[in-house]
Every structure is written in C-alpha cells, then in structure tokens.
C-alpha cells in the first residue's frame, strides 16, 4: 500500500482541495511533496487558476517541511490536506502530537532545526491549532493577483 492515499474532497465554491492520508513512514515525505506538486499542477493546467512554477516550489518546500516534522515529533500517521483558491495556496498538516513546534531564531551556526524558519519565510502566515488528539499547522501561500 502506497504511503499516501488521496480521499476526495469538495472545496467551497471557486476553490480545490484534496486530504492525503500519511502513514508517518520516512517515504510519505517525497509523496507528499509530490502529491503537491501534482495538485497546484492540476489546478494550473486543468482549472486555469494563477499558480507561477515558483509557488508550486515553494509549497513542495513547505510540504516536506511540515511533513518531515511530522515524522520527526509525532507519533503515528497524519494528514495533509491542500487546498487552493484565487486569494492563495493552503497546506494543512493533521498530526496527533501535543507539542507544540517551535520556530528558532535565525542561527546561522545551529545545525539543523531550521524547517519552521524556512516555513514562515516562504508563508503569509503559519498558524498552529490544538485538536483535541494533537495539532493542526496551517501555512498560507500568497498567489500573485490575476
């Protein structure tokens, strides 16, 4: 079984969306990166909504971000949801870890933890909301206007 399964969803009007199941395996991160790449593609090629290449990077980056801290600080499986609309491009990710993530200063002689610095440079916001089992991490990326 592939570590990521996608499970349609219907999105609000004028909006896609799609939820990827992840198994929490090293492997989900390249699939989930992926899976992203594929959908602003779709949306893009298929839908005619605004998505430059360097967005569809820059959210593939975020993706493997959020997903490898996924791995790293929670146990279990997760989710990863996507979802796009003209004002911008959202990656949710679904973990059942309490803790809270923590963005570290700029350091540049700390070797690694630099995943959520890298997050917020690359977002209009980054929000993190507790759940009753875990936490939701919300990453917002701008469009360009039509």
């Known amino acids: 079984m592939p570590p990521l399964r ?7 009007a ?3 969306e799609q939820v990827i199941a992840l ?25 005619r909504m605004n998505v430059p290449d360097v967005t ?18 929670a146990p279990g499986p997760g989710l990863l949801q996507l979802r796009i609309d003209d004002s911008g491009v959202q990656v949710e990710v679904w973990d ?11 350091d540049p002689h700390r070797v690694g933890q630099h995943g959520l610095e890298i997050v917020t440079l690359l ?18 990326l701008a469009l360009p206007d039509a």
Do not use: W
């Open 96 to 106: 059942s870890g309490p803790a809270q993530p923590l963005v570290h200063g700029t």
């Open 123 to 140: 977002t209009e916001s980054l929000t993190v909301h507790s759940t009753t089992v875990g936490k939701r991490i919300v990453a917002t």
């Open 56 to 73: 569809v990077e820059n959210a593939q980056l975020v993706v493997s971000e959020l997903v490898t801290n996924l791995i790293k600080y």
């Open 23 to 47: 198994d929490g395996g090293s492997g989900c991160i390249s699939e989930a990166r992926d899976a992203a790449r594929r959908f602003l593609s779709e949306a893009r090629d298929e839908h």
């Open 14 to 16: 004028g909006s896609l």
């Open 6 to 12: 996608p499970i349609p969803t219907s999105g609000a």
